[in-house]
């Protein structure tokens, strides 16, 4: 019971620190999209390579070290680099409303994804939904002028890269350590080429922002250490409900605090978003609870003779 009450404590903090993230990176102006990703990815490295130095968990980094394994690790990273690049390019070009639609109909993507890639077979329920979804993405590329890319593109970057680490299974920790790794020299020769040109805002802004820029390894690193933490304690179904914590609240803080416009055909179009994401939960739930009756009431077999 301790370790189920400590698995949701550990998603509900996972998702509040993400669904926060627009309060940091406006921190991080004037620095760019780029420049903080690269910042991103170098102290992340450092901070995760540190993590598993202190644990000694080197062998089972070593592991994951074969070609084939590295390949797709590979995948991830450059796949995870974009995902990371067009959220704060979003949220610094004040379109932080259009980056918590990405992540609303991420779970209608990745459904999608499954079908495409996978073959997998979708319920009624869940056509349904993706349907709502689709409609919802038409309504708002009329309101906004322009298919929302912003939106698409972090939905569907996150997409493959879940499908990507779905098949790895590699632990949080190692996996970050890899991918970041794998990425940290092209970074650091970004931050090199930007502090030999003048270009580089590290250091030369203040104090505080410096630290910031040091923090985002420990920002990007802890959120995902504690959803490992609660996805081996709690059901996924639980985890399922309690992600629409973090896109709510980049929605509340594009329209609260940065004060972002939502005109009727804009929340017209989140509407359906959330009616999809209301279908598609509920059938979700209505299939579990189904599994697990059907789990209750099945037989137990009767213990097969040994011949002892």
Not at 109 to 118: A, S
Request: with cysteine; charged share 10%; glycine share 10%.
């Amino acid at each position: 019971m301790a370790a189920h009450r400590a698995g949701y404590v550990y998603a509900v903090s996972a998702y509040l620190l993400w669904g926060l993230f627009p309060l940091y990176w406006r921190l991080l102006l004037p620095s760019t999209a780029v420049e903080i990703l690269a910042h991103r990815i170098v102290w992340s490295a450092v901070f995760v390579f540190g993590i598993i130095a202190v644990l000694r968990s080197w062998r089972t980094l070593r592991t994951l070290l074969r070609p084939r394994t590295l390949l797709r690790i590979s995948l991830a990273a450059v796949l995870i680099a974009f995902n990371w690049g067009i959220y704060i390019y979003g949220v610094n070009a004040e379109r932080v409303v259009e980056t918590s639609l990405g992540y609303f109909i991420n779970p209608l993507v990745t459904v999608l994804l499954g079908v495409l890639v996978l073959r997998e077979r979708l319920r009624a329920a869940q056509w349904v939904a993706i349907g709502f979804g689709a409609v919802a993405v038409g309504v708002l590329t009329v309101d906004y002028g322009h298919i929302p890319v912003v939106a698409l593109a972090l939905a569907g970057t996150f997409g493959l890269y879940g499908l990507v680490k779905k098949r790895l299974q590699v632990p949080a920790a190692q996996g970050l350590a890899l991918e970041s790794g794998l990425l940290v020299l092209p970074a650091a020769g970004y931050l090199a080429a930007l502090a030999l040109t003048g270009r580089s805002t590290f250091g030369t802004v203040s104090g505080a922002h410096t630290a910031l820029l040091l923090a985002s390894g420990v920002v990007t690193a802890v959120p995902l250490l504690l959803f490992a933490g609660a996805a081996n304690r709690i059901p996924l179904t639980a985890i399922g409900l309690i992600q629409y914590l973090a896109p709510t609240l980049q929605f509340a803080c594009g329209v609260l605090i940065f004060h972002e416009p939502m005109p009727p055909a804009r929340l017209l179009g989140f509407g359906l978003v959330w009616l999809a994401l209301a279908i598609f939960t509920g059938d979700g739930i209505r299939r579990v609870r189904a599994g697990a009756r059907a789990t209750r009431t099945t037989p137990t077999p009767a213990p097969v003779p040994t011949g002892r």
